[in-house]
């Protein structure tokens, strides 16, 4: 059994010449996972370096913010079958609503920092941001703050309750999580939901926002039959259109999860994720939207401002590593899978073709 983080093959050729490359790997041959291969001329002396190569951002100090991602809720009315939050072995504190005091050194930092944001803001990470009864105001001070960034803000719409029509008018995209229309299978992958109640409440949602809501469906093996039927639901509501999101096992190895993916592959970000600001209820800032235990270690506001924690050494060894394609060395990384995007978008088209068949008959 070999044991690295790096393979190197190495060859030489006597004279210039065509050379083809045919490269297969498993995505799991035993523990041993291949994320990225990457072919390197060298000349006399030594090799280029290529450790950015993929990457669109390459600066350090950071001269931007890609996204911000706030959990201002660590509370989650849903434990879905393949997310990591609400079950017994996420050894984590039980969350709460972000406290008026991180909020407000957030948003003094990210308007006093300097740096743009190119993305966007969004409310919602291990939680239902709804359950903040504060967020229509949050998203107001935001938004006056930050002119033009858009706000976005996801939910499964469980906690939708009238009141929050602020909430909806404030943000600009409201993301709906449903994964299924069949009430067994609904309740299957989001338990503790139950279809009769929630329903009622995602449509109401839905019809509210109109064309700033986009339904989000995680696309995998035990709802690929369903998909243009939400699609179709979904546009037929009011809503702008569907995000078809490749499946990802939120880099938790749970039994019944593996089996959902359609075309797995090792996740391999590149340094362009340090460019994210991502910030749990508590302050704490993490390394991706995919850390249910907590293991980064980037800083947190209760304790330091945050244009000190984007330039904090923490912050620029994780860019190097991600650069220098060093996943084994973050934890979170070792474990992470996401589908095939192409595998995903096959998926899709074949759903929105058989939809249109069974359509189409007479």
């Known amino acids: 059994m070999t044991l690295a983080d790096h393979l190197i093959l190495e060859f030489r050729l006597e004279a210039p010449q065509e050379v083809g490359l045919r490269l ?10 291949l994320r990225a291969v990457k072919v390197q001329r060298a000349d006399p002396g030594d090799a280029v370096d290529w450790s950015g190569t993929h990457g669109q951002l390459d600066r350090w100090p950071l001269d931007r913010i ?43 930092g990210l308007a006093g920092c300097g740096l743009p944001i190119t993305g966007a803001i969004g ?16 998203i107001g001070r935001l938004k006056a703050a930050l002119l033009g960034v858009p706000v976005t803000v996801s939910t499964t719409g469980a906690a939708f309750v009238p009141r929050q029509a602020a909430v909806v008018e404030a943000a600009d995209s409201i993301a709906v999580h449903v994964e299924s229309l069949v009430p067994e299978v609904y309740e299957r992958l989001m338990a503790p939901l139950r279809f009769a109640t929630v329903m009622p409440r995602v449509e109401a949602l839905l019809a509210l926002a109109g064309r700033k809501a986009v339904l989000a ?63 749990d209820w508590d302050g704490r800032l993490l390394t991706c939207c995919n850390d249910f235990p907590k293991r980064s270690d980037l800083g947190s506001l209760a304790t330091a401002a945050l244009p000190d ?28 899978l996401f589908d095939d ?22």
């Open 309 to 336: 924690l984007l330039e904090d050494q923490r912050r620029h060894l994780l860019f190097r590593q991600l650069r220098n394609r060093d996943w084994q060395q973050i934890e979170g990384c070792r474990t992470c």
């Open 24 to 33: 297969w790997a498993s995505t799991a041959a035993g523990q041993f996972r």
């Open 341 to 362: 995007p192409l595998a995903t978008r096959e998926a899709v088209q074949a759903a929105r073709h058989g939809f249109s068949q069974v359509a189409a008959s007479p």
């Open 217 to 279: 469906v995680p696309v995998h093996r035990r709802n690929r039959a369903e998909l243009a039927a939400l699609e179709a639901w979904a546009i037929g509501l009011g809503a702008r259109g569907v995000d078809f999101q490749p499946f990802t096992n939120r880099a938790a190895m749970t039994e019944g999860v593996l089996e959902m993916h359609i075309s797995p592959i090792t996740g391999a970000c590149t340094q362009d994720l340090a460019y994210d600001l991502i910030i």
């Open 123 to 138: 409310f919602g990470l291990f939680g239902d941001p709804l359950i903040d009864r504060n967020l229509a105001s949050r």
């Open 66 to 108: 890609r996204n911000v991602v706030i959990g201002n809720s660590g509370i989650c009315t849903a434990s879905c079958l393949h997310c990591p939050t609400n079950k017994p072995w996420l050894q984590v504190p039980r969350g709460e609503v972000m406290p008026e005091r991180i909020f407000d050194r957030l948003l003094e």
